[in-house]
């Protein structure tokens, strides 16, 4: 019988992650079945268990579950544990064991795909949702000065202060600071905004022309932060699908033992006239 993977979030039809694993799956010849389970927040626990108690594989977890995957899980990994929220779920035998791979898809798109150096960057960090918490102990640990977060609710930035504890070089602000922060050397919007708005409202005395921009968002949920990015004049403004393709080839490791070869997938995906909308 062929192994059982799918994505869980709400929504899920737009998701590339069906596409992407079966393009893994036939490069390195591994059978898999791969689908889609849309589940609202009050059904999310119940969805996760019929599909553990039906055989499922492996789970891959997308907004708005990340936080609430945690909760679920009998054993964490290292890297899960420690950024707080869980895109990768694995079944066991005392239950399923959690794991988050967005912080090395993130830097492994940036620093081998577009071959960019974080080291030493003054980093500012848009949100503090479950977005953010995956992939901000992956930017301290790739070398960056200072991780500024911001969010418009200052509990769930202070929080994510707490979780990270490093307080020499990272610093919590308040929505209305931004005008006051100063430039940064690269932004990072991990926010849901690009969802609901058209654009984006952020001072333009944050970036300069060597800023690095990235939106963890792909698609049409990304237009709205890479516009103001290259209207304040970034020069390198990139979204999410790279990030997307990277933790999802981590996840296939994580499942398979095996890590796959992006870079056609990515290309295909790229180039391809492909509907997309939003980060997982």
Known sequence: MTARYALIGHPVAHSLSPRIHAAF????????????????????????????????????????????????????????????????????????????????GLVHDLTERHRIDLRARKVLMLGAGGAAHGVAPALLDAGIESLWIVNRTPERADA??????????????????????GVFDMIVNATSAGRTTSSMALPSSLASQRTLAVDLSY????????????????ETALDGLGMLVEQAAE??????????????????????????????
Do not use: M
């Open 25 to 104: 799956g036939e490069q390195l010849g591994i059978a898999l079945q791969y689908g889609l389970i849309d589940a609202t927040p009050e059904a999310f626990p119940s969805a996760v268990a019929a599909f553990g108690a039906e055989g499922g594989a492996g789970l891959n977890v997308t907004l708005p579950h990340k936080e609430a995957a945690r909760a679920l899980c009998a054993t964490l990994s290292p890297r899960a544990r420690r950024c707080g929220v869980v895109n990768t779920l694995v079944p066991g035998a005392g239950g399923w064991h959690g794991d988050n791979t967005d912080g090395i």
């Open 251 to 280: 996840a296939f490791h994580v499942w398979h033992g095996e890590r796959p070869d992006t870079d056609p997938v990515y290309a295909e995906l790229r180039a391809g006239a492909v509907a997309l909308h939003s980060a997982e």
């Open 160 to 181: 994510l202060y707490d979780l990270l504890g490093e307080p020499g070089c990272v610093h919590t602000r308040y929505w209305h600071d931004l005008p006051n922060l």
């Open 219 to 234: 698609g049409e949920a990304a237009i709205a932060f890479l516009s103001w990015a290259r209207s304040v004049g970034c």
